[in-house]
């Protein structure tokens, strides 16, 4: 049956709201893009057409010389192998700790499931300081190794609560009961059913560990003293904040005698390389970020 589709008629004052939100939009991705262009078009400059001011939009005698400083420093190298070892065991685990944690409490049937809740939500707005916390991480003898970067971020209570909820307004309690007429355990019940049915909310749970562990600084700053145990970012900090390079990592003669090109080359290269894996990640779980985060913040 073919649609009799009608032209909608825009009022003069709907048309002008649109030509505003537009043009705003237009200017606000402007404004968020030319940043990012600009350290990507950078990164293949060269030193001095940086630091002269020559690039704008597109590189300016294009080199690869920044990514090779980049690969050719072992703490780099290092760090980056570390960070990806952080964020993929450091996932994996936060999704389990909350994706179990979460179904527990989802069950009404649970005793103590209000207090449970309670000591949870307790602790997001009251903690025992950064003392305390280092004392307790010295006495569990996890102070300056992998477990630091880890361990104290397992469960995030924030997470949890939109898997809660999640779980409880979109798995109705009926599936539960007929599965467990055909003789369905918890845990198969758990596995079988609930796991593949919440797959737009793990995804949201694995996008935001993802990115936390990725950009995670301060528990390896605070917790971290051992330089092969870094993650990427403290080597990114040192680079960008403290400005420390070495300048024999450059191979090429005319960028060793000017240091300042030499750094302007290497932070952005180091900039696109600590972001390039995060940017791609996203495409994939983007189609689940709205439906899981909507969806598990429509009850309480």
């Not at 000017?258 to 302007?264: I, L, P």
Request: with cysteine; aromatic share 14%.
């Amino acid at each position: 049956m073919a649609a009799t589709g009608k032209k909608i008629r825009y009022s003069n004052s709907d048309r002008i709201y649109f030509s505003i939100s537009g043009v705003l939009l237009t200017i606000l991705l402007i404004l968020v893009s030319y940043p990012l262009i600009y350290v990507l078009s950078a990164s293949f400059s060269s030193g001095s057409a940086v630091s002269s001011g020559k690039v704008m939009l597109w590189p300016v005698e294009f080199t690869l010389e920044g990514y090779r400083a980049v690969f050719k420093n072992k703490d780099i190298v290092g760090a980056y192998l570390n960070t990806i070892f952080y964020t993929t065991v450091g996932t994996i685990l936060n999704v389990s700790m909350v994706m179990t944690c979460a179904y527990a409490l989802s069950r009404r049937t649970l005793k103590g499931r209000n207090l449970f809740m309670f000591i949870f939500t307790f602790t997001m707005f009251f903690g025992g300081g950064l003392i305390p916390f280092y004392i307790l991480l010295k006495d569990l003898s996890i102070l300056n190794t992998r477990w630091a970067m880890i361990l104290p971020g397992a469960l995030s209570v924030y997470n949890m609560i939109i898997a809660r909820t999640f779980i409880q307004s979109s798995i109705p309690n009926e599936l539960l009961d007929a599965a467990k007429i055909d003789g369905c355990s918890d845990a198969r019940y758990f596995f079988s059913i609930v796991l593949p049915l919440s797959k737009a909310v793990m995804a949201v749970i694995a996008l935001f560990s993802m990115v936390g562990h990725w950009n995670a600084y301060f528990n390896a700053l605070m917790f971290l003293n051992n330089r092969d145990l870094y993650p990427l970012q403290i080597i990114l900090r040192e680079i960008l904040i403290m400005n420390q390079f070495d300048p024999t990592m450059i191979i090429d003669p005319e960028l060793q005698a000017a240091n300042a090109q030499v750094a302007a080359v290497l932070k952005y290269s180091l900039i696109v390389v600590a972001t390039v894996p995060i940017l791609c990640v996203y495409p994939f779980v983007q189609k689940y970020f709205v439906k899981g985060v909507m969806i598990g913040s429509l009850k309480g």
